[in-house]
């Protein structure tokens, strides 16, 4: 399993010595370009230590200033211009950059995932547990992340900002200094990185592969000890997900390592069962996306109002007064001058309502999938259904990722409109992301289905369930489109 636990191996694979023949074939920029990273890879400890710095003055300085005015922007006020490089900026980006260049934010950009690192050289090197290791960590990371934005408005006041990126900081930097055998290793990034989790994930459909010069037969695994600070075996390496590329593993002159490759986004994915294929991934995508749907959904929908009402009058009726009052601060938002302050009601129907989204969302999805796969098995596709069912939710990745960026991502497309670009444009441009999504896994759903031995109208007929639940999302994530 990916997430580097002990266990039997569902999905064996044999390795592909084709992407390790391909290195010595590919384009001489690319080598150009992996031996300039490798050669000033000692370097990003100045990286990490600006963009420490830089994170903790979005974080901070704003915790100092006085509430924005009305008529303030981003473009006069600190507080509002860090909401946006949060925001507008760095969390839609971030995603994009996935596509080019896989999760190079993490090895090279980012500031937690250095913080446990610096953490974990001074630390106790514990062996990480297995609660740590198990496959559902990230997942349930990403969960509490999420869900806590929410209730805290961290896209409204930098308070919010403040306990979502605290937490992340604290978590990683004492994760970091308990456990991690070897030397400069970063369990965090590995293990319980909600951000991590889905950069790693969308890594799978982008442009950047690091593939073993001389790889070994069996798959990947994990390994405590090595140069990997995320724990790859890097000669058994196969799949996209856990490399942060810090080209520690990269020695240009040498017949050994790693070697930096391009290759066609998109066709991990499409040969899923050669890159390790796993079963938390695909909870992570079902869920992830009904979760920022919820996230978005409860802003708008007037059912959440009756839902919220029918609860607070059931909760009185039964002399629960205390539901509404406000909560901690570190837990909602409680900001009186911002005329914002949340009650316990506004805690558990805002988190019940998205984590009731992602459940009926991933509930559906899952028996799209299954019909998917019972069709592609009854119709000659090869595997058993468990694990057809797998490859095939693989196809919903890009109309996933596409609509965390629109969701969670919202605060660049408002910034659009307030540089003066029309609201249809600005939903057309949406719209234009979201067919991209949808078109690309429809794509991606033929592929696999054509791995799995089906042709012709066989592989329409099994694709007709994965092209119903596109439908859904689609029409799920039209209010955030084009409104109500």
Request: hydrophobic share 50%.
């Amino acid at each position: 399993m990916s997430g580097g636990g002990a266990g039997p191996r569902p999905f064996p694979i044999p390795v592909r010595t084709e992407a390790a023949r391909d290195w010595r074939r590919r384009s001489p920029w690319v080598a150009r370009v992996e031996a300039f990273a490798s050669r000033n890879r000692d370097r990003l400890a100045w990286v990490h230590v600006g963009m420490f710095f830089g994170f903790m003055a979005l974080m901070v300085v704003p915790l100092f200033l006085p509430q924005p005015g009305d008529h303030a922007s981003f473009l006069n006020n600190f507080t509002l211009l860090a909401n946006f490089v949060i925001w507008g900026l760095w969390f839609p980006l971030v995603f994009v950059s996935v596509i080019f260049t896989g999760r190079s934010w993490c090895g090279i950009l980012c500031p937690l995932g250095a913080s446990s690192e610096w953490a974990n050289r001074i630390g106790l090197k514990r062996p990480v547990p297995r609660w740590v290791r198990w496959e559902g960590t990230p997942v349930l990371s990403f969960v509490v992340i999420t869900v806590l934005a929410q209730t805290v408005d961290a896209r409204g006041f930098p308070q919010g900002i403040a306990v979502v990126f605290g937490l992340a900081f604290a978590c990683a930097v004492v994760l970091g200094f308990v456990y991690g055998q070897g030397r400069n290793k970063r369990p965090w990034c590995r293990h319980m990185c909600p951000i991590g989790l889905m950069l790693g994930v969308f890594s799978r459909i982008g442009a950047v592969q690091f593939t073993p010069k001389q790889p070994r037969p069996g798959g990947d695994a994990y390994a405590d000890k090595g140069v990997c600070p995320t724990m790859i075996d890097i000669k058994r390496k196969q799949e996209s997900r856990h490399c942060i590329e810090c080209f520690r593993c990269v020695n240009p002159g040498g017949r050994g390592g790693l070697a930096l490759l391009l290759r066609r986004p998109g066709s991990e994915v499409a040969d899923i069962r050669h890159h390790n294929p796993n079963p938390a991934e695909v909870w992570f995508l079902f869920l992830a996306t009904g979760l920022a749907l919820g996230g978005f959904l409860w802003l708008i929908l007037p059912q959440y109002g009756h839902l919220r009402q029918a609860l607070g009058v059931w909760a009185i009726d039964r002399g629960w007064d205390w539901i509404g009052t406000p909560g901690p601060w570190w837990l909602m938002s409680v900001h009186r001058q911002g005329r914002e302050v949340y009650t316990w009601l506004d805690f558990f129907t805002i988190s019940g309502f998205m984590v009731g989204c992602a459940l009926a969302l991933a509930a559906v999805l899952s028996l799209l999938t299954a019909a998917s796969s019972w069709l592609a098995g009854r119709l000659g596709g090869d595997l058993d259904l468990r694990r057809r069912f797998v490859e095939q939710a693989y196809a919903y990745m890009p109309v996933a990722m596409v609509s965390l960026v629109v969701g969670l991502g919202g605060e660049l497309f408002d910034a659009l409109a307030a540089a003066g670009l029309p609201a249809r444009a600005v939903a057309l441009l949406k719209l234009a992301l979201f067919a991209l999504g949808m078109l690309w896994s429809v794509a991606l759903g033929l592929r696999l289905l054509g791995a799995q031995k089906l042709r012709g109208a066989r592989r329409l007929a099994a694709l007709t369930p994965l092209l119903a639940g596109v439908a859904l999302l689609g029409l799920a994530w039209w209010p955030a489109i084009f409104g109500l």
